[in-house]
């Protein structure tokens, strides 16, 4: 079982939902590589940091309901969606695994891995389009064309970078997969 990351959703248009976003944190990590190969290469020290390749911030036995302390490390409960922003340079992906909504900065621990860096995204309003598939760059950007048009024919101002949104494990069928194309407004 998930925790997924919250949002409310203000107005339904034809093509995506309008939604609020809290500010939430993140642990992400920068990817030189394709479309395809960025989260494949960044899922492992991502996913061992929440599996315990940190450094705890308070004494073993203290733990929040989203995680345990073992050894002075501490895990923490996966959430959803694994996200991918496209990054500061060409062929650069940002991978971000979206941290569960009971930690802060002051309580979620260090990570040991330097390429893994923790964010504060702030609060931000974004139009949102849902779709079951591939996770292909192919499906990704058609979906992020037609948001972005969509969006535009609604008088909405995007202002940020798109994110590419995945729901679901690999192993689950392609058909059955929960994706979002998810782009920032002005609010």
């Known amino acids: ?36 190969r960025a989260p494949i290469e960044a899922f492992r020290p991502l996913a061992a940091y929440i599996g315990g390749a940190n450094r705890a911030r308070h004494p073993i036995g203290t733990g929040t309901s ?10 923490i409960a ?20 979206v941290m569960p909504a009971t930690f802060t900065t002051a309580t979620l621990p260090e990570p040991v891995d330097a390429r893994v860096r ?4 702030p ?8 779709f079951s598939g591939r996770w292909t760059e192919q499906a990704f950007s058609q979906k ?17 970078a798109i994110r590419y949104a995945r729901f679901d494990p690999p192993w ?6 929960r994706n979002e194309v998810v782009l920032p407004v002005v609010d």
């Open 172 to 177: 689950k069928p392609w058909f059955l997969r």
């Open 118 to 121: 923790i964010r504060e995204v």
């Open 66 to 75: 989203a995680a345990s302390t073992v050894g002075g490390a501490e895990k």
């Open 123 to 130: 609060a931000q309003l974004a139009a949102a389009t849902r």
């Open 144 to 160: 992020a064309t037609m948001l972005g048009r969509s969006v535009t024919a609604a008088g909405l101002q995007p202002t940020g």
């Open 1 to 36: 079982m998930t925790e997924q990351q919250p949002y409310r959703v203000v107005s339904r248009h034809p093509g995506f939902e309008l939604r609020r976003y809290p500010a939430h944190l993140v642990a992400e990590m920068q990817i030189q590589a394709s479309f395809t």
């Open 78 to 97: 996966m959430t959803v969606p694994v996200v991918q922003v496209e990054g500061e340079w060409p062929g650069a992906y940002l991978i971000q695994f």
